[in-house]
């Protein structure tokens, strides 16, 4: 069986707004974003066949959802919020310009941790135990199940598609595990809004081929 899954990074906060480092910060989406959103739903959301949408806690992705695809349930998945960012959190370039730690972060390519919150890899490491979680506990059971009923039912079995509304981060750091096509984890930067449409083949993810196949960015 496939899945379909929308990646989709939330709509924009103020902070985003300011190019600030929004990550344990609990905003909503500003009017802007709202906007932004509803527009945006008129391409992605119109996919009336979204079995469940799984959303990070925080609530800028749970408002997102809710404009996006307000018949569907959400479950929230604690592993999906964003990195955190430490002594650089909701603070923008310009506050943080001359800061030492700051500095040291940029020269390093954004590889060392940020002061006092993650570093790349345990945030990686974080996102991706919650994605494989996610697909083997949540997914795959509902994909049967689902697949079950259409058999029983007589009709023919489209493809099972789903939706996770969460963080640019997110999307990064399991993107630069599974994608294919491969790519490091900067190269799956999005804007607010924006995202990722990837297939998953069940069989091959239980087999151990473990991949994502990248079939658009909207």
């Known amino acids: 069986m496939i899945m379909k899954i929308w990646m989709i ?5 103020a902070g985003n707004r300011e190019q600030r480092y929004v990550g344990t910060t609990d905003e909503p989406l500003c009017e ?5 959103i509803l527009a945006k739903g008129q391409m992605i959301a119109l996919d009336y066949d979204i079995q469940n949408i799984y959303v990070s806690p925080m609530r800028r992705c749970r408002e997102t ?6 018949w569907s349930g959400q479950t929230v ?9 430490g002594t650089f959190e909701y603070r923008n370039y310009q506050e943080l310009n001359g ?3 700051y500095q040291a972060w940029i020269d390093s390519g954004g590889m060392i941790g940020f002061p006092e919150g ?3 890899k345990e945030f990686c490491g974080r996102v991706q135990k919650a994605f494989e979680k996610c697909i083997l506990e949540e997914m795959i059971p509902k994909v049967r199940q689902w697949h079950h009923k259409v058999q029983l039912s007589g009709t023919e079995a489209k493809e099972w598609r789903t939706a996770m509304v969460v963080h640019g981060g997110t999307i ?3 993107l630069s595990k599974w994608a294919v096509p491969q790519f490091d984890y900067f190269h799956w930067q999005v804007k607010n809004g924006c995202g990722y449409g990837v297939r998953l083949d069940m069989d091959e993810w239980l087999s151990g081929q473990e991949r994502l196949s990248v079939i658009e960015k909207f």
């Open 172 to 174: 990064m750091a399991i």
């Open 65 to 70: 959802a809710a404009i996006l695809y307000p």
């Open 32 to 36: 802007e974003g709202r906007q932004q």
């Open 118 to 120: 993650e570093n790349q």
């Open 77 to 85: 998945i604690d592993d999906f919020r964003e990195c955190s960012f």
């Open 99 to 101: 800061n030492s730690d």
């Open 9 to 13: 990074r939330h709509g924009m906060t």
